[in-house]
């Protein structure tokens, strides 16, 4: 009897697995960005953004950022800012016992009381603040009829870690008990966040049910951190990603932990996180072209495995950022149509 042995096509095996499965084919080739993305990193680029990771704190705090980039698209366009662009803003401060946090508040039209949404703004826990994350407040405060309270915190490396976690849960807490005082229903409150805010956004409602304090109905979680693995499938395929990519993430670890031990700490690494029953219901969107996607991946399954209901979605040609270029990169607008349906049937199911 004769043995016959073939030299198998991994590429093949998997495209023939892929297909079996209903998953896309395997490529060695790496995921594009759809021409609309790609026209703002070409837009992020002309207005000479460099890799964080090249720059110094305060160079990274006041370089063009991805949104900047996003409106002049649309302002080439002619792209109108309405109707979100007409909702009301009042900028507050929230009391807390390690000082006064900046917030704004976005009030939609109508006689209330309006459901609640407190919203935690990206940026690695480094960079960014209440303007540059404007279109995704505006947009869920107007999409969803929901007063939105876009919360700030204190920033590393000024504040190292867990800084603003202690941020975001008081002002979470503060949010509350106050929010009647600004004709909003804290019975019908969800968190939000993205990037570094969603993992704030996570830990709120984590939090929450430790605490046994008042329960968020929902929680948005855009392209979330959500562990400390640096070696999973995304961050090897979208390592040189742009905006955001690995050595990016090293930047801000370097500037936000006091040693990469202590991301280790639960509040980061989520994925290993054993308490996750009992959570309010979850939509999770992320980027293909994202260092984080493959965390985002596997949180929202863990909540999935622990009983907790998830609508999670990636969208491919999108990069980390997409969330709030609802105007210019189509997938966005997707993203924020399929959060604020989440959100409205949470604030539904919770009258």
């Known amino acids: 009897m ?5 030299k198998l096509n991994l590429a093949v095996v998997a495209t ?3 297909a079996l499965l209903g998953a896309p084919a395997f490529s ?11 026209a703002v990193l ?15 704190v305060p160079e990274a705090r006041t370089q063009a950022s991805p949104a900047d980039a996003a409106n002049a698209v649309a302002l080439e366009k002619k792209i109108s800012a309405k109707p979100e662009a007409l909702v009301k803003t009042s900028d507050i401060g929230i009391p807390t016992s390690n000082g006064v946090l900046p917030a704004r508040v976005y009030m939609p039209e109508g006689e209330g009381p309006f459901p609640v949404i407190v919203y935690y703004h990206g940026g690695g826990w480094v960079i960014a603040d209440l303007n540059v994350y404007d279109a995704t407040p505006r947009a869920l405060a107007y ?14 490396p000024e504040f190292k870690f867990p800084a603003a976690h202690e941020d975001a849960w008081n002002a979470y807490t503060w949010v509350v008990e106050n929010i009647h005082t600004m004709n909003g229903n804290a ?14 956004a996570a830990n709120v409602a984590l939090m929450a049910k430790k605490m046994k304090a008042t329960m968020p109905v929902h929680q948005l979680l855009v392209y979330p951190v959500a562990g400390n693995d640096m070696e999973t499938p995304s961050y090897k395929e979208d390592a040189e990603a742009k905006p955001l990519g690995k050595k990016d993430m090293e930047w801000f670890v370097s500037h936000v932990f006091k040693s990469k031990d202590e991301t280790n700490d639960p509040r980061l690494n989520l994925v290993g996180r054993s308490d996750l029953a009992g959570l309010p219901p979850a939509t999770v969107v992320l980027a293909q072209i994202d260092p984080l996607r493959s965390e985002g991946e596997i949180y929202a399954q863990k909540l999935k495995d622990a009983g907790v209901k998830v609508n999670s979605r990636i969208f491919n040609g999108a990069t980390h950022e997409f969330f709030g270029m609802a105007k210019v990169v189509p997938q966005a607008k997707e993203a924020v149509d399929m959060a604020v349906a989440d959100l409205k049937a949470a604030f539904d199911a919770a009258k």
């Open 2 to 6: 004769t043995i016959h042995r073939t």
């Open 16 to 18: 023939a697995f892929a």
């Open 28 to 38: 060695a080739d790496p995921p594009k960005a759809t021409p609309e993305m790609q």
């Open 42 to 56: 070409n837009k992020l680029a002309a207005l000479e953004a460099k890799p964080l990771s090249t720059l110094t």
């Open 143 to 156: 999409h969803a009829n929901a007063l939105v309270v876009s919360v700030d915190y204190r920033h590393a």
């Open 187 to 200: 019975k019908e409150i969800a968190v939000a966040g993205e990037s570094a805010g969603g993992n704030l």
